[in-house]
C-alpha cells in the first residue's frame, strides 16, 4: 500500500479556504485533522468536530509533551495539529487535508517536506475587501488588519505549490479537487502499486 499524501489549505481570511475545505471533506474519503485551541467555542460549534477547546494551561502541557505537528498564534488564540492522528492516517493510507494559517505552513512543510500545500486567495484584494465586509462581523479596524495580513500572506507564496483563485466557488472546489487528483497521480506516489503490479504473472 502506498502511503497517503498530506494537502494543507492555507489563504486569507474571506478568501473561501474554509468552505472549500469542508466540501472537500465532504466530497471525498480523506481524512481531516481537528486542531486543538485556545479560543472559546462559537455557537454551534462542537467539542471534537470543530476544535479540541483547551485552556491556555493545558494547551501549554500538550507543546511541552511534543505533541504537535505544527502550533501558531493567530488573531491572539494558540492553534495546533495534533501529530499523532495524522501520521497513523498517512501510514494507514489515507490522503489527509487540513486548514491551517500561512505560519501552520511553514511549520508543516519545515517537518514533512512533502506536504502539498493550495493557496486559496481572492481574484484581488478588491474582492477580498468586499468578501469582509460582506460578513459583517468586521470592525474597520479588524478589517484593515486582515487586509494587512493578507497581504503578508501572499507575500509568502514562494512555500506553496499551487494557487488557485476564488472567483466563484465551484469552479474553485474543483480546480482543488483536480490538485489532488493530479498529485495522487505523480509516479512518485505509485511506485509501490506499479512495482506490484510488474510482479503479477504474465
Ligand atoms: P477560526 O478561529 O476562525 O476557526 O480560525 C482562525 C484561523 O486559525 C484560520 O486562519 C485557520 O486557518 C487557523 N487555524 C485553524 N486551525 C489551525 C491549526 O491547527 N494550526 C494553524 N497554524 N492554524 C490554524
Known amino acids: 500500500m502506498n502511503k497517503g499524501l498530506l494537502f494543507v489549505i492555507s489563504g486569507p481570511s474571506g478568501a473561501g479556504k474554509g468552505t472549500i475545505y469542508a466540501q472537500i471533506i465532504a466530497k471525498t474519503d480523506m481524512k481531516r485533522s481537528v486542531s486543538v485551541t485556545t479560543r472559546k467555542p462559537r455557537e ?35 492553534y495546533g495539529t495534533p501529530k499523532a492522528p495524522v501520521f497513523e492516517n498517512l501510514k494507514n493510507g489515507y490522503n ?13 512543510k519545515k517537518k514533512y517536506p512533502e506536504a502539498v500545500a493550495i493557496f486559496v486567495m481572492t481574484p484581488d484584494f478588491k474582492t477580498l475587501e468586499a468578501r469582509l465586509r460582506a460578513r459583517g462581523s468586521e470592525t474597520e479596524d479588524s478589517l484593515k488588519t486582515r487586509l494587512g495580513a493578507a497581504r503578508r500572506e501572499l507575500s509568502e507564496y514562494k512555500l506553496f505549490d499551487y494557487i488557485v483563485f476564488n472567483d466563484e466557488i465551484e469552479p474553485a472546489i474543483e480546480e482543488v479537487l483536480d490538485i489532488i487528483t493530479a498529485e495522487k497521480r505523480r509516479i ?15
Open 44 to 78: 454551534g460549534e462542537v467539542e471534537g468536530v470543530n476544535y479540541f477547546f483547551r485552556t491556555e494551561e493545558q494547551y501549554q502541557q500538550m507543546i511541552a509533551a511534543g505533541e504537535f505537528l505544527e502550533t501558531a498564534e493567530v488573531y491572539h488564540n494558540l
Open 96 to 108: 489527509v487535508l487540513f486548514e491551517v494559517d500561512v505560519h501552520g505552513v511553514k511549520s508543516i
Open 188 to 202: 512518485k506516489n505509485n511506485e509501490e502499486r506499479i512495482k506490484a503490479l510488474l510482479k503479477e504473472e504474465e
